[in-house]
């Protein structure tokens, strides 16, 4: 019979068992969203709407009169190279390739989403939150805190036995 304590030390002797949860998390909960996102920036693979404009430079487009023109070509390259991490980090990450990488990436472009959204689009404190408070349910802080722990998992941990990495990074080893 098992006890307990056996079965507790067999799940920790697992390290697949984190890597894999946290990328088929991310797979079920966050990819489409992002991938929902990316699209809405692009009309072409390298044609940025002018909504893509608008999620990223919010106030830059209100000053501009919402013509996208007059934001030069860095806003151009800054929404395709946006819209295109949107497509490709979930995917690197779902398929278990790159994904530490991937992940880190990831990290950098929420950290960039949140900024945007407090100061860009001017969130208000229901929407920003606050950590440590009874509320758990804010877009910003709290909903973004529980993505950001799925990714550090990934860094740490790697993308387990079930991915591309594991496949063929022994026969990248010299």
Known sequence: MLTVRQGLEWLHAQDWVLSTLARLVFA?????????SAL????GPFTPTDGGFVQIFPRAMEAAGYDASQLGL???????????AELLLPFLIIAGL???LAAAGMIGFVGLQSLTDIFGHMAGPETIGAWFDRVPDALILDQR?????VLVVLIVKGAGP?????????KLAP
């Not at 079920?28 to 929902?36: D, E, I, K, Q």
């Not at 809405?40 to 009309?43: A, G, I």
């Open 162 to 170: 079930f991915s591309l990495d594991r496949l063929i990074g022994p």
């Open 74 to 84: 860095v806003a151009t390259l800054v929404v395709i190279a946006g819209a295109w």
């Open 40 to 43: 809405t920036k692009l009309s």
């Open 98 to 100: 790159a994904t530490r």
């Open 28 to 36: 079920a909960v966050l990819a489409r969203y992002f991938w929902t």
């Open 145 to 149: 805190a529980f993505w950001l722990v």
